[in-house]
């Protein structure tokens, strides 16, 4: 296993998906996250496999699937990532909200951690910015 894992748009979708099912449902089925990703069952499974391989989920064959606590950590930046575009497209340019969520479910895939970090300042400062106006 490399220090530095390269995650597909996909892969990272399937922790985001199954930190979701996890949070709300405890744990994770094979059936829940083809629905929640609107695929075939039958294509989850090579995707489980490769997320067990690297050692990011708890994956058998027909039971339950759960992150591990380094692919948990993953799915939750990623999460985070979602929520902090979701938020800007919808309070800073006007987005309709389907559409942002659509949107930044795009652009978390892309953004690298330095800029995502540089993001999060700016969004920071215009939060500061816009508490000094109520004032």
Same mark, same amino acid.
């Given at each position: 296993?490399?220090k530095?894992?390269?995650?597909?748009e996909? @892969? !990272?979708?399937?922790? !985001?998906?199954? @930190?979701? @099912?996890q949070?709300?449902?405890?744990?994770?089925?094979?059936? /829940?996250?083809? !629905?929640?990703?609107?695929?075939?069952?039958?294509?989850?499974?090579?995707?489980l496999?490769? @997320?067990a391989?690297?050692?990011l989920?708890?994956?058998?064959?027909?039971?339950?699937?759960?992150?591990?606590?380094?692919?948990?950590?993953?799915?939750?930046? #990623?999460?985070?990532?979602?929520?902090?575009?979701?938020?800007?497209?919808?309070r800073f #340019?006007?987005?309709?909200e389907?559409?942002a969520? /659509?949107?930044?479910?795009? &652009?978390?895939h892309?953004? /690298?951690?330095?800029t995502?970090?540089?993001?999060?300042?700016?969004?920071?400062? &215009? /939060?500061?910015?816009?508490?000094?106006?109520?004032?």
């Open positions: 296993m490399t530095s894992l390269d995650l597909s996909s @892969l !990272e979708d399937y922790l !985001e998906t199954i @930190l979701h @099912l949070t709300t449902n405890t744990v994770a089925r094979s059936k /829940d996250i083809a !629905e929640r990703l609107d695929i075939k069952r039958g294509s989850v499974t090579g995707m496999k490769k @997320l391989a690297q050692e989920i708890n994956y058998e064959p027909y039971g339950y699937v759960t992150l591990t606590a380094k692919g948990e950590k993953i799915a939750k930046e #990623i999460e985070k990532r979602h929520i902090m575009l979701k938020d800007f497209l919808i #340019i006007g987005v309709e389907q559409k969520d /659509d949107t930044a479910c795009r &652009m978390e892309a953004m /690298d951690t330095s995502f970090k540089k993001f999060q300042a700016f969004i920071q400062s &215009m /939060d500061d910015c816009r508490h000094r106006e109520d004032n």
